[in-house]
């Protein structure tokens, strides 16, 4: 069952990324998608950090790239992240939302609809709300949310606010337990089939 | 618009079916041609238009297209993404400078094509740096877009005071080497450019999903308007600049954008791979 997996936070997530990229297999079958708020202008080794420590191949997305499996995409600094019906990522410089660009709640949505049960969702330490409202449409679609447990967090705005809107959210986890859990999301479903 | 207001257009949900027949309209009323745009990034436009205007059904998006009540220009101003600014990516204009400007310096007068150039700042943005390295006196910048309304805010050279601190701060990081200040006056709430730095420019419409080349030029600056074309239309168009630049001229796009996998891939040489500058390649056919 190939998956769709969202992660996104905002300051105080680097370091988390940093710790669950390793461990992610090739077996796992799954597309993953990062976006998180980054500054622009510096030219960003973001993606080379990424690829150093990551077995997968690591994409920094270009106009109209493909979404592969068992890759690793990164959202470009200052564009919102869109996803088309040919399975296209779109890049989209229009309006900050909540002074960010990539919002989150923009990808998180687009991908959601496109999705649906296939997209697993995780959102990481933040300072602000960004990601609260697109994990209620994740849910919605029949998507699985994690967030990272607010105790552990840098910041934990952004899981926090999350929680708020979202109360029924299964998925409140420490690092090491994430990985784990998406690979059981992944198993659980292919039961159910 | 407010947060609120703002998630909102990742709410209203256009379907296929509708997106192509407002498509369709505006084509066939206005002659003005979306279909080459990329799917998702024009569905979140128009839910924009829809709720700016307080629209909740497609019937009455279609209503006002038809009845004429959404004049053709608010279309274009809200359709097509405007947002631009003044030496945006730091690096880019770092590498125009090293790349670039020694080229341009080879010409006793030298043309540069800005195509999508919006409300200008780009232009000013390259006007100033040419300016610092003596080669504004040589050039033309020729400032194109699809949109007129932004084209009379580029002619003007007026903008907002607020955005200038952040301005400034890529300047001096571009390797500025007056105060910004100096490149603009500032009244009220706006700065009006010196008209040193629009003196040289050419404004005029063009819109690139139909219109052919008009001029062959130096240098062709084309960023951030690709990411909203489809791949048909991003093949077009780049054929369109390849036409449109001189032998070994260099075409400049935005962070990322890319010609590979696209028609021109070996027509041009990549000249800096990172910062997506190109140089076309001599062809002897």
Same mark, same amino acid.
């Given at each position: ?23 992610? &297999? ?9 976006? #998180? ?66 919002? #989150? ?30 994990? &209620? ?37 420490? #690092? ?8 059981? #999301? ?8 | ?48 238009? @829809? ?16 009845? *004429? ?5 608010? +279309?274009?101003?809200? +359709? ?35 195509? *999508? ?5 780009? @232009?000013?943005?390259?006007? +100033? ?71 040289? @420019? ?70 800096? *791979? ?12």
């Amino acid at each position: 069952m190939n998956k769709v997996i969202l992660i996104s936070g905002s300051s105080g997530s680097l370091a988390v990324l940093l710790k669950l990229l390793p461990e992610i &297999k090739v077996s796992s079958n799954n597309s993953w998608v990062i976006v #998180i708020h980054r500054k622009r202008y510096l030219d960003s080794k973001l993606e080379r950090i990424f690829a150093d420590n990551c077995t997968l191949k690591v994409s920094e997305v270009m106009h109209l790239d493909k979404m592969e499996l068992n890759t690793v995409y990164l959202a470009p600094a200052d564009y919102h992240l869109l996803i088309n019906e040919k399975n296209e990522f779109e890049l989209d410089f229009s309006e900050k939302i909540m002074f960010s660009r990539p919002s #989150i709640d923009v990808s998180a949505i687009t991908f959601a609809e496109k999705f649906k049960d296939k997209l697993i969702f995780v959102l990481l330490s933040g300072g602000n709300s960004d990601g609260a409202y697109g994990a &209620k449409r994740v849910l919605e679609k029949g998507g699985e949310v994690i967030v990272q447990s607010p105790n552990e967090a840098k910041l934990a705005i952004m899981p926090n606010e999350a929680l708020k809107l979202n109360p029924e959210i299964k998925y409140i986890l420490p #690092i090491e337990k994430i990985n784990n859990t998406i690979k059981k #999301i992944n198993n659980t479903i292919k039961k159910t089939l | 618009m407010t947060n609120n207001t703002l998630h909102r257009i990742e709410n209203v949900f256009l379907s296929n079916e509708d997106l192509s027949s407002a498509i369709d309209l505006i084509k066939s009323l206005h002659d003005v041609d979306f279909s080459g745009y990329g799917k998702e990034s024009l569905r979140r436009r128009f839910n924009r238009l @829809m709720i700016i205007n307080n629209w909740s059904t497609y019937y009455e998006l279609k209503f006002s297209i038809t009845n *004429g009540k959404l004049p053709v220009t608010d +279309i274009l101003s809200e +359709i097509t993404v405007n947002m631009t600014s003044m030496f945006r990516d730091v690096n880019f204009y770092k590498a125009a400078k090293t790349s670039l400007f020694p080229y341009l310096e080879t010409f006793p007068s030298f043309k540069i094509w800005h195509a *999508g150039c919006s409300t200008g700042e780009e @232009m000013y943005s390259f006007s +100033i740096l040419m300016e610092e390295a003596g080669l504004l006196k040589k050039s033309t910048q020729y400032g194109t877009d699809l949109n007129q309304e932004a084209l009379k805010v580029a002619k003007k050279g007026v903008y907002q005071l607020k955005e200038m601190a952040s301005y400034a701060k890529n300047y001096m990081e571009c390797g500025g080497v007056k105060p910004f200040s100096d490149y603009y006056v500032a009244k009220y709430n706006a700065v009006k450019m010196l008209s040193l730095l629009s003196k040289r @420019m050419v404004f005029s419409q063009h819109n690139l999903v139909n219109n052919s080349s008009f001029n062959e030029f130096e240098c062709v600056v084309c960023r951030n308007v690709l990411i909203y074309f489809n791949k048909e239309l991003k093949n077009r168009v780049l054929k369109l600049f390849y036409d449109s630049i001189c032998p070994r001229g260099f075409l400049l796009l935005g962070g990322a954008e890319s010609i590979k996998g696209t028609v021109v891939e070996n027509l041009f040489e990549v000249i800096d *791979g990172n910062n997506k500058i190109y140089r076309k390649k001599i062809s002897y056919e």
